[in-house]
């Protein structure tokens, strides 16, 4: 069955430091793969996306991700963290058919100290 | 573009109520998401249309849970009766095939407490 998965629940990064969050996927074939951030209160906003070609996505606010097929994952990284990156961050991938739903992974919440 | 508009931002009710979610997509776009946010559960997806059709309702919990689009400009999530374990944030989302396939824009959420 497809499935995403976003092993950590929470991640504390002190101000200034480097950030990876993981996502893997279950998957036969290549999805589409997003980063969405939802800060408190709020919808979501889609960071970044990848739908073929490069395997290094870049996005808004700093951060990238990269596409590794052997390993079945897109990690989302930002080389120095602000205190306003603080949120909630959803792997979601979407399967083959445009317009299909995304499945979401379960989150993972920064917090950032100072 | 105003983005994906939901209306009510919050909603109490009493359980056996009945609850009507709005949700107004961005103009020209052409599918509409809706999902259900929960501690336990995460993201779900409940429905979605494509062109006011329903094209998945698989996720729709059960009979008291119904979702309209009757046009191409406004979509209903309607719970009637309500129950307390239906409390939740209700997210809409829309999405165009022609611009950016697969890249959903969300509203910012109905959150509904159900007493």
């Known amino acids: 069955a497809q499935s995403v998965t976003q092993p950590d629940i929470h991640i504390t990064v002190s101000e200034g430091a480097s950030l990876e969050l993981r996502c893997n996927y279950s998957?036969?074939?290549?999805?589409?793969l997003f980063w969405y951030v939802q800060s408190p209160g709020q919808g979501l906003q889609l960071l970044l996306k990848?739908?073929?070609?490069?395997?290094l996505v870049q996005g808004i606010k700093g951060f990238e991700a990269e596409f590794k097929r052997s390993q079945s994952s897109f990690n989302l990284r930002k080389p120095s963290v602000h205190w306003s990156d603080a949120a909630e961050y959803f792997c979601?991938?979407?399967?083959?058919?445009?317009?299909?739903?995304?499945?979401f992974g379960k989150g993972t919440t920064l917090s950032v100290s100072s | 573009d105003a983005g994906v508009i939901q209306s009510p931002r919050h909603e109490v009710t009493e359980m056996g109520q009945e609850v009507t979610l709005r949700c107004k997509p961005i103009?020209?776009?052409?599918?509409l998401f809706w999902y259900r946010q929960t501690m336990m559960r995460g993201l779900e997806l409940l429905i979605y249309?494509?062109?006011?059709?329903?094209?998945?309702d698989s996720g729709m919990p059960e009979d008291r849970f119904s979702a309209k689009m009757p046009n191409a400009s406004f979509s209903t999530l309607k719970i009637q009766p309500s129950e307390p374990r239906d409390s939740a944030v209700y997210f809409c989302?829309?999405?165009?095939?022609?611009?950016?396939?697969?890249?959903?824009?969300f509203g910012p959420g109905t959150r509904l407490t159900v007493t």
């Open positions: 989302a829309s999405s165009s095939i022609d611009r950016s396939l697969y890249e959903q824009y």
């Open positions: 998957y036969g074939a290549t999805p589409y």
């Open positions: 990848y739908f073929s070609g490069d395997t």
């Open positions: 979601a991938v979407g399967f083959n058919q445009a317009g299909t739903a995304l499945i």
């Open positions: 103009s020209g776009h052409d599918y």
């Open positions: 249309f494509n062109n006011n059709v329903p094209i998945d």
